[in-house]
T-cell receptor
Framework: AQSVAQPEDQVNVAEGNPLTVKCTYS??????LFWYVQYPNRGLQFLLK??????LVKGSYGFEAEFNKSQTSFHLKKPSALVSDSALYFC??????????FGSGTRLQVQP | DTAVSQTPKYLVTQMGNDKSIKCEQN?????MYWYKQDSKKFLKIMFS???????INETVPNRFSPKSPDKAHLNLHINSLELGDSAVYFC????????????FGPGTRLLVL
């Protein structure tokens, strides 16, 4: 069975500093990997995805993620955090079946 | 022009009642989903329909019954509501093939008293 782990419940970073939100996965076969963001009282918004190809994926709002097959990781990164990036971030995997298996979410808090 | 819409946005009801949540997508997608997000923000798949056929049915009480009248709609009916059903329910859709990118609705916040 597939699974996704987000080891940090919360990540705190100062505005302007780089941020990383960690994600590791376990799946048989080739993974389809996603990051979604959820702002308070809102639905999930797609940020970026990895299907095949270049291991470094660029997405919305300046975010990027690096697929590392040997470490089974797909960490989300941004070179310079904004206060408006504060939200709940979900990593997800879609292996053989279509539905997404989500991680437990990481709350990103960017301090001014 | 909302891609995936859900009604109602908020639903407050008493234990034992029966309620429905509706979902519609105007993206022309083949597959639709229901997810449940609990109070700790865990998101879990409940059901998935592809072209009106049920393809995923997770371990969900049979008080929950999805219905897909056509591929643009996936409704969720819940019988005999319980306190533990309080959660946010998200509908999503995706194209059958390709990247499996899912588009989510705004969520329905269900509170059972």
């Amino acid at each position: 069975a597939q699974s996704v782990a987000q080891p940090e419940d919360q990540v705190n970073v100062a505005e302007g500093n780089p941020l990383t939100v960690k994600c590791t996965y376990s799946v048989s076969g080739n993974p389809y990997l996603f990051w979604y963001v959820q702002y308070p009282n809102r639905g999930l918004q797609f940020l970026l995805k990895y299907i095949t190809g270049d291991n470094l994926v660029k997405g919305s709002y300046g975010f990027e993620a690096e697929f590392n097959k040997s470490q089974t990781s797909f960490h989300l990164k941004k070179p310079s955090a904004l206060v408006s990036d504060s939200a709940l971030y979900f990593c997800a995997v879609s292996p053989g079946r279509r539905a997404l298996t989500f991680g437990s979410g990481t709350r990103l808090q960017v301090q001014p | 022009d909302t891609a995936v819409s859900q009604t109602p946005k908020y639903l407050v009801t008493q234990m034992g009642n029966d309620k429905s949540i509706k979902c519609e997508q105007n993206l022309g997608h083949d597959t639709m989903y229901w997810y449940k997000q609990d109070s700790k923000k865990f998101l879990k798949i409940m059901f998935s329909y592809n072209n009106k056929e049920l393809i995923i049915n997770e371990t969900v009480p049979n008080r929950f019954s999805p219905k897909s009248p056509d591929k643009a709609h996936l409704n969720l009916h819940i019988n005999s509501l319980e306190l533990g059903d309080s959660a946010v329910y998200f509908c999503a859709s995706s194209q059958d093939s390709g990247t499996r990118l899912q588009y989510f609705g705004p969520g329905t916040r269900l509170l059972v008293l």
